[in-house]
């Protein structure tokens, strides 16, 4: 009886695998949400921050997003969504936004420390502009 007791409390202790999520991103991995701050700028001098939102599902979808920040208020020009699919070959990030009528942008990713650069190479649909150029960190924390 105890032997078999120890065998079940060694499948239970090595045999069940930890289904939480991982608030860490897999260094080869660009599937997750990555945010950077910006401000838009008007001619007027004035500012607003926001947040861009980038999320590569693991399906090869993915979603952009410029939204305020908890207690600013953007004029509705400045919020911003826009979807596609993407594919990753090596370090290279093809992109296709619905709205672009299959034009492909091409990105060279760059994974340090805890987020990812996105440096363009070449893409036509001006609707990705946030792609590129901007340090994103990894954030397990956002939820939208």
Excluded at 114 to 142: K, L, Q
Aim: hydrophobic fraction near 35%.
């Amino acid at each position: 009886m105890k032997k078999v007791l120890v065998i079940v409390m060694l499948i239970f202790a090595f045999g069940c695998s930890d289904d939480g999520t991982n608030p860490e991103p897999n260094e080869d991995s660009i599937v997750g949400k990555w945010k950077t701050f910006i401000t838009f700028a008007e001619e007027n001098s004035q500012t607003y921050p926001g947040i861009v939102i980038l999320d590569f599902d693991n399906i090869g979808n993915y979603k952009i997003s410029f939204e305020e920040l908890p207690g600013e208020e953007i004029p509705e020009k400045f919020i911003y969504q826009d979807e596609g699919k993407y594919t990753i070959s090596d370090d290279i990030l093809t992109v296709v936004n619905n709205k672009c009528e299959n034009i492909e942008g091409t990105y060279k990713i760059k994974f340090k420390d805890n987020g990812v650069e996105f440096m363009i190479i070449e893409d036509d649909c001006n609707r990705n502009h946030f792609i590129s150029d901007f340090y994103y960190d990894f954030d397990a924390e956002i939820d939208k």
